[in-house]
């Protein structure tokens, strides 16, 4: 119980800095005039923008995983209550822990992770003018083909054949189990 807890203040931490870094560099950049901030906004404002974007989409999916690893947390705190009160009187303690400690839980974690990768390197082409001639948005499609591997290809978890157990909670509500 104290690792849930643990990664989910982590997840906290992670989502807020994916929220704060873009909302600083936004009005440091936008606010400046006539000096070297101004200029490097001029000539990197697509980059950031999109740098920004990603940040944010990061954040909203280390949130998503944090509230992931509450509900499992609030399950396995469940488990050991009464049937009437969980929900789940099939679904044991040590399930609940598995589930929890499934890669198909963990996600959200790996595409944000990738994704805060991918927006911290279009903030790096915005502040580097130089980096822009050779690399441009190229990298994007490789984190994407990064985030793809990394879920869809891993022969010991198999995430195709794994259920979601939020569906499979209202699956046992409306059949009256």
Same mark, same amino acid.
């Given at each position: $119980?104290?690792?849930?807890?643990?990664?989910?203040?982590?997840?906290?931490?992670?989502?807020? &800095?994916?929220?704060?870094?873009?909302? =600083?560099? =936004?009005?440091?950049? @936008?606010?400046?005039?006539?000096?070297?901030?101004?200029?490097?906004? @001029?000539?990197?404002?697509?980059? *950031?923008?999109?740098?920004?974007?990603?940040?944010?989409?990061?954040?909203? =999916? *280390?949130?998503? #995983?944090?509230?992931?690893?509450? *509900?499992?947390?609030?399950?396995?705190? *469940?488990?050991?209550?009464?049937?009437?009160?969980?929900?789940?009187?099939? =679904? #044991?303690?040590? #399930?609940?822990?598995?589930?929890?400690?499934?890669?198909? @839980?963990?996600? %959200?974690?790996?595409?944000? &992770?990738? @994704?805060? $990768?991918?927006?911290?390197?279009?903030?790096?082409?915005?502040?580097? %003018? #130089?980096?822009?001639?050779?690399?441009?948005?190229?990298? /994007? /499609?490789? &984190?994407?083909?990064?985030?793809?591997?990394?879920?869809?290809?891993?022969?010991?978890? %198999?995430?195709? &054949?794994?259920?979601?157990?939020?569906?499979?909670?209202?699956?046992?509500?409306?059949?009256?189990?």
């Amino acid at each position: $119980m104290d690792y849930l807890d643990k990664e989910r203040s982590i997840m906290g931490i992670l989502s807020t &800095f994916c929220v704060a870094v873009p909302s =600083l560099i =936004l009005e440091r950049l @936008t606010s400046a005039k006539d000096n070297e901030l101004a200029r490097i906004w @001029t000539a990197g404002e697509n980059y *950031f923008w999109i740098g920004c974007g990603l940040l944010l989409v990061s954040a909203a =999916l *280390f949130y998503k #995983q944090r509230s992931l690893l509450a *509900f499992y947390y609030g399950r396995i705190a *469940f488990s050991g209550s009464p049937p009437s009160f969980a929900h789940r009187p099939n =679904l #044991q303690h040590w #399930q609940w822990r598995d589930w929890a400690d499934a890669w198909t @839980t963990w996600i %959200p974690y790996h595409i944000a &992770f990738w @994704t805060a $990768m991918a927006g911290g390197y279009e903030l790096i082409l915005g502040c580097l %003018p #130089q980096a822009r001639l050779f690399l441009g948005h190229y990298a /994007i /499609i490789l &984190f994407g083909v990064i985030i793809t591997v990394s879920i869809f290809v891993n022969k010991d978890r %198999p995430i195709l &054949f794994r259920c979601n157990p939020w569906i499979e909670c209202i699956r046992e509500r409306l059949s009256g189990k």
